[in-house]
């Protein structure tokens, strides 16, 4: 085999490798983007967690309210009718704030997989570049062999 081939078939070899890097590097950037939005997602999420937990306060305050001028007017009625809802809004809020909780760890996970994802496509392209200069450098190598680039 001439050098001339050889040369031919390093090219053709780290052309295929370079599309193979550039795909990559796609693949994370588009990786990237996708965990971003998804805790952009939940940070939304959380927010809205916690306008909810802020309204839990006064909904406790006024069915407090309720249940202490229940006993004032001797209304047993309305006094049981008011621990039941304050044991719903128990029960609603510990469901909050595990969601809470569960939204934040999500966040940590998102964050971490979007960091992941970024390292890896920094690192894929810097591997790009550096076999594009590869590249450049065979090309350079196969012309002053007297090989004409077109015929690639």
Known sequence: MSGLEESREQIAKTERQLMLLESQ????????HQVTTLASKINDRILDLGTLLEGFDSEHRRVQERILSC?????????????????KLASDLQMLVDSQIAMNEMR?????????????????????WKLFG????LRVQYTLMGGNLDEL
Do not use: I
Request: without cysteine; negative net charge; aromatic residues 4%.
């Open 25 to 32: 590097v796609a693949h994370y950037r588009s990786l990237t």
């Open 71 to 87: 006993v004032e007017n001797e209304d047993d009625d309305g006094v049981l009718a008011g621990k039941d809802l304050l044991v």
């Open 108 to 128: 940590e996970v998102a964050a971490q997989a979007a960091g992941s994802a970024e390292r890896k496509g920094a690192e894929a392209s810097k591997a790009f």
């Open 134 to 137: 590869d590249l450049r450098a």
